[in-house]
Nanobody, 128 residues
Framework: QLQLVESGGGLVQPGGSLRLSCEAS????????IGWFRQAPGKEREGVSC????????NYADSAKGRFTIARDNAKKTVFLEMNALKPEDTAVYYC?????????????????????WGQGTQVTVSS
């Protein structure tokens, strides 16, 4: 059973930055697509970004393009989401999730897939 643990959330002012981390319990993340999702109060969960391992394919929601960057550290079995120029509308609980496919096609349209493993989430609040 793969376990995922997110960290790095917090309170930040508009225009600020945060880096979220998703650490996995697996021996390796090879073959997994790791996605970041978020859910704001009263709203549906939405996909934010995705990275396929080890292929390296990345994808971003339109709301994240140009501001967020997803990256991985294979040795540490950790996926990061670097978030810059944060806006109040980025406020949400952010979750990382994993989908095993041993391919890079999942991230090309990741919001359509039912990811198998989920972390507990980390709160991001953007407010002055």
């Amino acid at each position: 059973q793969l376990q995922l643990v997110e960290s790095g959330g917090g309170l930040v002012q508009p225009g600020g930055s945060l880096r979220l981390s998703c650490e996995a319990s697996a021996v390796t993340l090879d073959g997994y697509s790791i996605g970041w999702f978020r859910q704001a109060p009263g709203k549906e969960r939405e996909g934010v970004s995705c990275i396929s391992i080890p292929y390296g394919r990345t994808n971003y929601a339109d709301s994240a393009k140009g501001r967020f960057t997803i990256a991985r550290d294979n040795a540490k079995k950790t996926v990061f989401l670097e978030m810059n120029a944060l806006k109040p509308e980025d406020t949400a609980v952010y979750y990382c999730a994993a989908y095993f496919s041993n391919s890079d096609y999942v991230c090309s349209d990741f919001s359509k897939y039912e990811f198998d493993y989920w972390g507990q989430g980390t709160q991001v609040t953007v407010s002055s």
